[in-house]
């Protein structure tokens, strides 16, 4: 079972910074695509962005230029730095963990661990 401690989240004006952290537990993370998901009310559940064991990153088309997502199997932990946020970045984010690599399934859904939610507001 891998287990998350998602941090965070917080309340942050339009055009401002953010950082979410995610710790890992209970498996070894390189055995992992991991990654975040987010979800604003009334939307469906969407894939933010991901990085595979290797580097390899994919970036949701809302999001590229101004998040970037980065892991360290060391210390079992996942980032995503979030810059330029605007009122369409507020979300509940999920950190997402997938066997394998980032991909289809990962980005369709395909997760096999899903962590508690950090909640992410932008508001002036």
């Known amino acids: 079972q891998l287990e998350f401690v998602e941090s965070g989240g917080d309340l942050v004006q339009p055009g401002g910074s953010l950082r979410l952290s995610c710790a890992t537990s209970g498996l070894p993370l390189d055995l992992f695509a991991i990654g975040w998901f987010r979800q604003a009310p009334g939307k469906e559940r969407e894939a933010v962005s991901c990085v595979s064991f290797d580097g390899t990153t994919y970036y949701a088309d809302s999001v590229k230029g101004r998040f970037t997502i980065s892991r360290d199997d060391a210390k079992n932990t996942l980032r995503l730095e979030m810059n330029s946020l605007t009122v369409e970045d507020a979300a509940v984010y999920y950190c997402?963990?997938?066997?394998?690599?980032?991909?289809?399934?990962?980005?369709?859904?395909?997760?096999?661990?899903w962590g508690q939610g950090a909640q992410v507001t932008v508001s002036s």
């Open positions: 997402a963990a997938s066997y394998g690599v980032c991909g289809h399934y990962y980005y369709t859904g395909g997760i096999d661990y």
